[in-house]
């Protein structure tokens, strides 16, 4: 595979292994990473020129030949400390005739999430390769009929930030036997950033990225309760249904969006903060002032509409029927 190819120091290890035990798994140790905003690309390359692999940490293993699926397999990824960055839980892929494939432009933002989710996942038994992007874990996203802004400029995206330059492990895990590498990740060099602008970024980053998992979370709560409560139009539960409606549209614009939406019934915190998100993971420098301002002052926002949703999904509890009732 070309993808093996390209990779001199798998090469290497490959060269050095005794004789395989195919009865075991083997973890590659990854090459060097690079932090670029260049890298991967997404042209076409004409006839004779290279392409650039993608970006993100590229981690080789091999299987058992007798994996089925049954056997829990993980990558997990941690920072020198151990703490953990990201873990993912792969599975068998699956043997399906083929087919055409979906228009992407049919999908929603969800359904192509699980469908990159799904292909990541994957594996076979012999050898793996897998992706990581390098990012923390995803934010929740809003469910209940809440549909993305696309195309407007700043990416509206629930993904997690990127880390910093330094060492990471990643370790295999296959039904209890653990495997663990050691491997970088670098700077592009035609960037200058040093390695403390970077940690500030990340920090903000992730004070972001938190305050929008929380606010998403209890947001969905709050719209399945309200699901909940619409559907039994008991004594008392219209009054709960609107405090709910209330709050959620104090935070999030769960109107149908399109190219006036905004401009008709404005925009609300939850949409300024993950503007504000896409912004300060744009390009390898440290956040401005007008950025920790503005996180600032978001927050304060939301802690006060969180307080207000928190009291109306209270409310609600109390007079909803049993979950099963439904």
Known sequence: AFWVLGDLSLLEQLSRLPAADPSSPYLFAPQKAWLSPVYGGGFRPRPGMGQNPPFGATVYFSLPQSYNGSTPVTLTFANVNG????????HLKKKVKAKKPANPAD??????????????????PGMNRFQWDMR???AATVGGGFIRPQGVGVPYSMAGPIVTPGDYTVTLNYGGQSLRR???????PRLHATQAELEAKL???LQIHNTLNQL???????IALRARLAKDPAPGQSAAVAGLTHAIDALIQ????????????????????????????????????AEYAAYKYLSGKIAAGEQVLTSAISTARQVAPPSGRN
Not at 83 to 90: E, K, N, P, V, W
Not at 182 to 188: E, G, K, Q, R, Y
Not at 216 to 222: C, I, K, M
């Open 216 to 222: 998403n979370r209890q947001l969905n709560q709050a």
């Open 107 to 124: 999908l929603t933002p969800a359904q192509r999430e699980a469908q990159a989710r799904e292909r990541l996942t994957a594996i076979s």
């Open 182 to 188: 050691t491997f970088s990740v670098a700077l592009d």
């Open 136 to 138: 923390y874990p995803s």
């Open 83 to 90: 703490q953990t960055i990201r873990q993912f839980t792969l």
């Open 203 to 205: 920090a903000l980053e």
């Open 254 to 289: 769960m109107k149908l969006r399109g190219d006036e939406t905004d401009a008709v019934f404005g925009t609300r915190v939850d949409l300024h903060l993950a503007y504000l998100s896409g912004e300060v993971a744009e390009g390898y420098r440290r956040p401005t002032p």
